[in-house]
């Protein structure tokens, strides 16, 4: 214990006179918090349509109009032929190109029918998924809306529509910043731990403070203790500044237990910093443990059900994630937070973690080697 | 009889197919200052290395007060004092804390701590640099506190690394008197340099060729044995044998 108390008093001091760690700790919340979740909004606007009118009637118009008035789109042209308007999409200034060919409203009275053609530039996949989506469902509105009008009542009977109401739970408003800022936030205690850690044992081998150390009877698991307890109330205190900002600024509190939240949040930064100790008993310089570390980060972050669904991964993604302790965190976040789940709901998530945590430590210890 | 408290037989490091340290054999006496001479690259630091438990040898036998290189590395660094090639207190703390931290961590009391820190302090006269970080210290000071910290813990022996690298005569000199001291408390004192007026100050040298020990003696036997009048021709004579480089 009095070893223990040695090393953190010296690691204490070393923290508090290094400005960038400070700064790093304190501004990284902050900022981050402030700028991601306003940034990272799925809601997709400004899709920039282009429309080949070749009928010119009364209808297209209306058509056009009720596409412009949904906000979502934003005319940057309207073209003579397909062939013009594509040449938008060539230069990626449109998203869509909507035609809309000629004799569009006499066959759609006479005939009751008519064909649309939408050009969909998929190079931004997810805007040109989204714009076509609406698209489509604008004009379904607009289908529905013109087949009372033009269908005489008594002859045509307005076809049984059905009409899906969707309500959404434990985010009503579907408010993106609610999604967002947990999952922002498990990001940042990630990286913060992580790093942190990684960088700080490395940075004494490069600078050879190390091997005074080994060269003293110090026992192995009191070093690895002595430097996991600093970053893991540093790894605290980052997610306290965090969910401080996301009340303030965001208004969000967590609907569940925050004991609970950090008490899972506490066996978290134990994995995150015992994969930090790991790769930092790899690497000689701090080159190398930032780029392992940013290895990790990148797939962490990526599969970690922040931006991109982990249920609609492929199955084989799906297994990798299930070794991702960041999608552990962003899950249980979100479910304390949003959900207000409690103990007995997230008791496979902090086992699987706390694995994690064992594991990789107990490999840090081992493989940190005094004696050469 | 002498008491040993370094004793190699035939202690070898291999990196590979290179040879760092080639079956070196030698004994140190308790209270002696043994000098470990040997051009750059002829394998000094590696052999103090695993005298010091940082690196296992390949073969060969090694105790170092008392206990086998191999099987006890942990209680060799008990009794053993270091300083690296490196200068490695910690530059972001300051004088007083890394002796507390160093002190500490060997184990020392309270009640010892800040009574060897009052005499280091005194000894050395920083009484007004204890509160300045280590990082504004001019190196000979640094280097003189990097000797007083290996010695903290009354280690049996200790191992310095070219302590005096880069440093100016005088401070040579006060460091020496450091070492003396130390001499006479009955630490042995295993010390590399390149200086060879620093040779002279060691009760007996070795001088180490690509990585085997080519002469042991004191230094004026090796001076008769050489014909010469100066070390520094010992050394000459020694090294030029040396077909590796670094």
Redesign the interface.
């Known amino acids: 214990m009095r070893i223990i108390k040695f090393l953190l008093q010296k690691e204490f001091k070393q923290i508090f006179r290094n400005k960038s760690i400070l700064a790093m700790v304190i501004v990284m919340p902050v900022v981050q918090l402030l700028i991601l979740p306003l940034a990272a909004d799925y809601e997709v606007k400004n899709i920039n349509l282009v429309v080949v009118d070749a009928d010119h009637s009364p209808y297209s118009q209306r058509l056009l109009s009720k596409i412009t008035a949904s906000g979502y789109f934003k005319l940057t042209g309207f073209e003579q032929s397909f062939k013009e308007a594509f040449t938008f999409i060539e230069n990626d200034k449109a998203d869509l190109v909507l035609e809309i060919p000629a004799g569009f409203e006499r066959a759609l009275v006479r005939e009751g029918s008519q064909k649309l053609h939408i050009t969909v530039n998929a190079i931004n996949g997810v805007k040109a998924n989204l714009g076509g989506n609406y698209l489509v469902s604008i004009i379904r509105e607009f289908n529905n809306d013109i087949r009372i009008r033009i269908m005489p009542l008594g002859r045509f009977n307005a076809q049984p529509v059905l009409e899906t109401v969707s309500a959404n739970w434990f985010n009503p408003f579907l408010n993106y910043r609610l999604y967002m800022v947990p999952g922002i936030l498990a990001i940042l205690v990630t990286m913060i731990g992580g790093f942190l850690t990684a960088l700080n044992i490395v940075k004494e081998k490069e600078v050879g403070t190390i091997e005074q150390i080994n060269v003293t009877p110090i026992k192995k698991h009191h070093f690895i203790l002595g430097k996991l307890i600093p970053f893991w109330i540093l790894g605290n205190v980052v997610f306290s500044i965090g969910l401080l900002v996301s009340w303030l600024i965001y208004g969000i509190v967590p609907l569940g237990n925050i004991f609970l939240l950090f008490g899972f949040v506490a066996i978290y930064l134990l994995a995150v910093l015992g994969l930090g100790l790991l790769v930092s008993t790899f690497c000689d310089t701090q080159q190398q443990a930032m780029f392992i570390m940013f290895f990790f980060m990148m797939i962490f972050i990526l599969l970690g059900g922040l931006f991109t669904s982990v249920d609609s991964m492929p199955q084989w993604a799906q297994v990798i994630v299930g070794f991702n302790p960041v999608s552990y965190l962003i899950s249980v976040m979100r479910m304390i937070i949003l959900k207000g789940s409690e103990a007995q709901n997230i008791i496979r998530p902090l086992c699987i973690t706390a694995c994690f945590a064992i594991v990789l430590n107990s490999l840090a210890v081992l493989n940190y080697k005094k004696t050469s | 009889m002498k008491e040993v408290v370094i004793k190699t037989e035939a202690l070898t490091k291999r990196f590979g197919d290179f040879v760092a340290a080639n079956a070196i054999s030698f004994e140190v006496y308790k209270g002696e200052i043994f000098g470990f001479l040997g051009a750059n690259g002829a394998g000094k630091t590696t052999a103090m290395r695993m005298l ?5 040898p390949t073969s060969g036998k090694a105790s170092i007060a008392g206990f086998d290189v191999f099987r006890q ?3 060799i ?2 009794n ?1 004092g ?1 300083m ?1 090639q ?8 300051t004088v007083g ?1 890394n002796i ?3 002190g ?4 020392l009391s309270d009640k010892q701590l800040r009574q060897k820190k009052d005499d280091l302090v005194t000894n050395l006269g920083l009484q007004n640099e204890v509160n300045k970080l280590v990082a504004s210290l001019p190196l000979g000071w640094k280097q003189k506190l990097a000797f007083s910290v290996a010695v903290l813990h009354d280690p049996k022996i200790v191992f310095l690394d070219e302590p005096t690298g880069g440093v100016d005569p005088l401070t040579r000199r006060q460091f020496w008197d450091l070492i003396y001291e130390a001499a006479e408390r009955g630490v042995t004192i295993f010390v590399t340099t390149h200086y060879m007026d620093e040779a002279e100050y060691c009760h007996r040298i070795s001088i180490m060729v690509d990585g085997k020990i080519e002469a042991l003696d004191t230094p004026s036997n090796l001076k008769k044995i050489y014909n010469t009048g100066s070390m520094n021709d010992v050394f000459y004579q020694l090294a030029r044998k040396a077909k590796r480089s670094d």
């Open positions: 010091c438990g940082l690196s296992i590395p942990e209680l660094k008990k053993i270091y690296s490196r200068f490695s207190l910690y530059e972001d703390l804390e507390t931290f160093f500490g961590i060997y184990g």
